[in-house]
């Protein structure tokens, strides 16, 4: 069975500090992983994909898969960037994807 | 914004009574997708449809049915048999294994 652990449910930042939001995964076969966030109402949306290699709105995520891991890191925080992140399994295909349970940051002036 | 359309926004359901969410997509996916959101919870997986005539049971399916009749179309009925109905509902679609797109959510409450 997949699974995504995402372990604080909360993180609170102050502007210009760096922020590491933790998401771990189980999963047996290839996994690909995606974050998606959701800012004060609007529609959930992604924010990167682990294939893509790509840095959006200055946040990165690497995929270890030693330690099953793909935390989103970004070095300096900015307010605008206080949101619900979620991140995501999917097994391929057409397949389920699995979210994890999201983490709210709160970026602090 | 279109692309996937749920609604209504907000569905008020008496005990016993069953209701249904509607979704739509003009984006010509295949998949699409059912999700549970609840407070600390993250969203759970309801049903899913890989292709129009199919659907499988997701993690949370007790309670739940939906019909996949046209590619555009995944309608969502939360029964009388689903205790605590109360929860936003989110549609999603996606083609391959593309990233899903969301609809803006439901919120259902029980009167």
């Known amino acids: 069975a997949q699974r995504v652990t995402q372990p604080e449910k909360l993180l609170s930042v102050f502007k210009g500090a760096p922020v590491e939001l933790k998401c771990n995964y189980s999963?047996?076969?290839?996994?690909?992983l995606f974050w998606y966030v959701q800012y004060s109402r609007q529609r959930l949306q992604l924010l990167l994909r682990?294939?893509s290699r790509e840095s959006i709105k200055g946040f990165t995520a690497d995929l270890n898969k030693g330690e099953t891991s793909f935390h989103l890191k970004k070095p300096f925080a900015q307010e605008e960037d206080s949101a619900m992140y979620y991140c995501?399994?999917?097994?391929?295909?057409?397949?389920?994807?699995?979210f994890g349970t999201g983490t709210k940051l709160q970026v602090i002036p | 914004d279109g692309g996937i359309t749920q609604s209504p926004k907000y569905l008020f359901r008496k005990e016993g009574q069953n209701v249904t969410l509607s979704c739509e997509q003009n984006?010509?996916?295949?998949?699409m997708y059912w999700y549970r959101q609840d407070p600390g919870q993250g969203l759970r997986l309801i049903y899913y449809?890989?292709?129009?005539?199919?659907?499988q049971k997701g993690d949370i399916a007790e309670g739940y049915s939906v019909s996949r009749e046209k590619k555009e179309s995944f309608p969502l009925t939360v029964t009388s048999a689903q205790k605590n109905p109360t929860a936003f509902y989110l549609c999603?679609?996606?083609?391959?294994?593309?990233?899903?797109?969301f609809g803006d959510g439901t919120r259902l409450s029980i009167l």
């Open positions: 999963y047996s076969g290839s996994p690909e």
């Open positions: 984006l010509n996916h295949d998949a």
């Open positions: 682990h294939i």
């Open positions: 995501a399994l999917d097994s391929g295909g057409y397949q389920k994807v699995t």
């Open positions: 999603a679609s996606r083609m391959g294994n593309q990233p899903q797109h």
């Open positions: 449809s890989q292709i129009v005539n199919d659907f």
